[in-house]
């Protein structure tokens, strides 16, 4: 019943927020942000856990403020989600504006495969939206599988209808298919700020252990593609930004291990500059952190 009812309220979100005025759109978002914010429920006090670490020197009057400016821009990216299947050329062109494009450009022209990984900042499918229709440069991407089944197959059509080429990112082929794409030349999306499983790789974020995932640099490794990270945010403006920073070296030395820890942590490195500077854009509202996530001593239970 559970699954239904999500199913059911996600393709209500497609189907009816689509059709709404942009204006009308945006302040139904904000107005569920803030209902939501002020019930406090379990992803809001996670939210604020995790800025908790991004900025530790906020006040609790400066958590709340950033949190609830959070939720703001989660739910901007909701509301902007379920209408950009509605979005021409030139609607895609004007709503977002990227810093170092240049970078992908040239791996194309150079016929090198372009591994852009980013964390879960703003609109990420806004700023695929722009890649794809705007300019005109298709992508290979991966998507987690949900449950239920019915609510995964709707995400992966309404990001199939972007233009993008969607993975599950279970059952072990999806790997291959991106070294493909990218030996091929092609360009590879991923986000890849959240990793809890045993392959995930350890790094230092915000000066605590957490793991992030080893594809992105085992990729760059395996395929001579340029692994590249990405950063995105709002302005309060109607134009969302980003920017591609430069481009991560594959280790001269080391094993393939030793590699990818180095590629990884640089990676995340990257990511924390830019949720450093835009926390409230950064939507994180899991457990993230090694330390979060041990087994609770009085319990035994390991927390959801």
Not at 126 to 144: D, H, K, M, N, Y
Not at 254 to 275: H, N, P
């Amino acid at each position: 019943m559970k699954d239904r009812l999500t199913d059911t309220l996600y393709g209500l979100g497609w189907g009816t927020v689509k059709k709404l005025p942009e204006p009308v759109a945006a302040a139904l978002g904000r107005s569920i942000a803030d209902t939501v914010w002020k019930r406090r429920g379990k992803g809001v006090l996670r939210l604020e856990s995790n800025l908790a670490r991004v900025v530790p020197d906020a006040s609790p009057d400066r958590l709340a403020e950033l949190s609830k400016a959070g939720m703001r821009s989660y739910m901007r990216y909701w509301m902007e989600s379920f209408r950009l299947p509605t979005w021409d050329e030139e609607r895609a062109r004007r709503s977002f504006h990227l810093e170092g494009m240049h970078r992908i450009t040239d791996c194309i022209a150079e016929g090198r495969g372009a591994v852009l990984a980013l964390p879960h900042l703003a609109n990420w499918d806004l700023a695929g939206v722009w890649l794809t229709r705007a300019q005109g440069i298709p992508f290979t991407t991966v998507a987690e599988r949900l449950k239920p089944e019915t609510l995964f197959d709707r995400f992966v059509a309404y990001r199939e209808s972007l233009g993008m080429e969607v993975l599950p990112h279970t059952g072990g082929s999806a790997f291959g298919t991106l070294a493909r794409r990218l030996r091929d030349g092609g360009v590879v999306c991923l986000v890849a700020d959240r990793d809890l499983s045993a392959s995930g790789v350890e790094v230092k974020f915000f000066g605590e252990t957490a793991r992030m995932p080893a594809g992105p640099a085992l990729l760059a490794q395996q395929t001579g593609a340029l692994l590249m990270p990405a950063t995105l945010w709002y302005d309060g403006t109607s134009v969302m930004k980003g920017r591609i920073h430069p481009p991560i070296d594959v280790p001269e030395t080391g094993t393939r291990e030793e590699k990818t820890s180095v590629m990884t942590q640089a990676l995340a490195d990257a990511f924390a500059t830019g949720i450093a500077d835009h926390p409230e854009d950064w939507h994180m509202l899991q457990r993230l952190w090694l330390a979060d996530l041990e087994v609770r001593e009085d319990t035994g239970e390991r927390p959801a």
